[in-house]
Structures are given as structure tokens and as C-alpha cells.
């Protein structure tokens, strides 16, 4: 498992006292309010450290440490960042979606896999499993309960195979 998750991405400034507006890629923004640090890259050597942090509609405004002014903050436009994971607390029964990429698709009605999920996106409306299957081609399944039945990090993502959801198997 990974040390250091996407948090999101700087996509603008905010104001002209440094403060960076994020687009945060988390469930809930109060999940980052409490973190310490951002991070450029995925190790601890390229730490940002979080003088302030507040929500901003479905964004946060973000004031690091040492960055007092637009220009200062303009160097991270379109940033992508990353978060420790011991700074995150989950709640009980969630889990990352990077610890889901890379497990085997589990048939939740036989207990045989069928393939592996190799990506996860957003729709807006919800999230789309992209399962790499083991018969060749690929399938999405939409992430609600109908479809995936449990999560298990150690073996796999248990999905309620229907008729006509993965044409290839």
C-alpha cells in the first residue's frame, strides 16, 4: 500500500494574501482539515506544510507555510498533491481507492475471479469500477451496493455479477 495518496490539485489562487484554492479528491472535505501537510511528490522531502485550511464551497482554500503572497502561491497552479495516509483517519468500512486498484475482481455469487480492477473514475455521478478482464477486454461496474457486494484490501472486490454487466465472461 502507498505511503503518500492524491489529494487533490491547486487550481488556482485565492486572494492576494498566498492562499491556494484545491480541488480536493476525497469523500467529504472535513477529511483533510485536520492534516498537517500536503505533499508535491509521493516522499517526505517535498513537504507542504498547512498554516490554515478551510472549506470554500465544494473546495478548500489552503494557506501554506511561508507563501504570504499571490505570486508566492502562483508557483503552484495546477499542482498536484499528496497526502500521508497515516494523516487520514477512515472511517470504519471505507478504504482508499488507490488500495482498490490491482484487486481481483471477485464473481460475489461463485467465489471466482474473473478479472482485476485496473482503474477507477469519476462519472459525477457516482464512481466506475474498470475491470481488466481475465477473458481479454474490459468492463465497467458502477460502484453502488447492487454491484459490489464487499472490499476486501487482502483478497478482493466482491461484485454482483448480472446478465449483460460484463459482456465478455
Known sequence: MEKYLEAGKFINTHGVRGELKMDAWCDSLSDYLKVPAFYLKKDAESVLKIEKIRPFGKFLLVKLEGIDDMDSALRYKNK??????????????????????????INDNNGEVFGKVCDITDKGSGNLYEIELLSGGRCLVPAVDFFIKKIDVEKGVYINVIEGLCDAL
Do not use: M, S, W
Open 80 to 105: 498536484t498533491v499528496y497526502v500521508d495516509r497515516n494523516d487520514l483517519k477512515l472511517r470504519e468500512g471505507a478504504v482508499f481507492l488507490a488500495d482498490i486498484i490491482g484487486l481481483d475482481a
